[in-house]
């Protein structure tokens, strides 16, 4: 029998040399399994649950963006935090994407074990996807804790991604007003 999670972080306090029967950490593994199950929640969900058919008809073809979208994501190197935020723009055709839901597909594609790469890639795949938009523009800010806690230990550096779908790649002057709008153009 497969022991539990909380079984598995009491193995983990023994194996950094804590005692899991001392006070303060007798219910942590059941706390930690539990955290654990939340920040990974994302492997519980799936595009059509999230979107949830909050697809409306519109006859815009200008850019939406929705920036300073907050994230959480565990690293999958080392199971540490790492945190920012995302900006997403697309240019519809003929759908626009209820608002709440694309901080909903960052949330989906962040609560993974992740790198912040394939992040970036998978929320432009699902918001193209989802709206069916020709272009799609994403750009994660994000600190991550791997590099701030142990290893080189960098406090004030941060991880820029971009993907850039359409217009957004093949078009200079729509990467660049899209770039003014989250104020990251030079």
């Given at each position: 029998?497969?022991?539990?999670?909380a079984?598995?972080y009491?193995?983990?306090?023994?194996?950094?040399?804590?005692?899991?029967?001392?006070?303060?950490l007798?219910d942590?593994?059941?706390?930690?399994?539990?955290?654990?199950?939340?920040?990974?929640?994302?492997?519980?969900m799936?595009l059509?649950?999230?979107?949830?058919?909050?697809?409306?008809?519109?006859?815009?073809?200008?850019?939406?963006v929705?920036?300073?979208?907050?994230?959480?994501s565990?690293?999958?190197h080392?199971l540490?935090?790492?945190?920012?935020?995302?900006?997403?723009?697309?240019?519809?055709?003929?759908?626009?994407?209820?608002l709440s839901?694309?901080?909903?597909?960052?949330?989906?594609?962040?609560?993974r074990?992740?790198?912040?790469?394939?992040?970036?890639k998978?929320?432009?795949?699902a918001i193209?996807?989802?709206?069916?938009?020709?272009?799609?523009?994403?750009?994660?800010?994000?600190?991550?804790?791997?590099?701030?806690?142990?290893?080189?230990?960098?406090?004030?550096?941060?991880?820029?991604?971009?993907?850039m779908?359409?217009?957004?790649?093949?078009?200079?002057?729509?990467?660049?007003?899209?770039?003014?709008?989250?104020?990251r153009?030079?």
């Amino acid at each position: 029998m497969k022991p539990s999670l909380a079984d598995q972080y009491r193995e983990i306090l023994v194996g950094v040399g804590e005692n899991p029967e001392r006070e303060g950490l007798l219910d942590t593994p059941a706390r930690a399994a539990k955290a654990m199950q939340y920040l990974c929640n994302g492997y519980t969900m799936d595009l059509e649950n999230v979107v949830n058919g909050a697809l409306f008809e519109s006859q815009s073809d200008e850019m939406v963006v929705v920036r300073d979208i907050e994230l959480y994501s565990l690293c999958e190197h080392h199971l540490l935090p790492f945190i920012g935020k995302a900006h997403v723009a697309y240019i519809p055709t003929g759908r626009v994407l209820g608002l709440s839901k694309v901080a909903r597909v960052v949330d989906m594609f962040a609560r993974r074990l992740q790198i912040q790469e394939n992040l970036t890639k998978q929320i432009a795949d699902a918001i193209a996807r989802a709206t069916d938009a020709a272009s799609v523009a994403v750009v994660i800010e994000a600190k991550h804790m791997c590099m701030m806690m142990r290893g080189v230990e960098k406090q004030n550096s941060v991880m820029t991604s971009s993907v850039m779908l359409g217009a957004f790649r093949d078009n200079s002057a729509t990467r660049q007003e899209f770039l003014q709008l989250i104020g990251r153009a030079g």
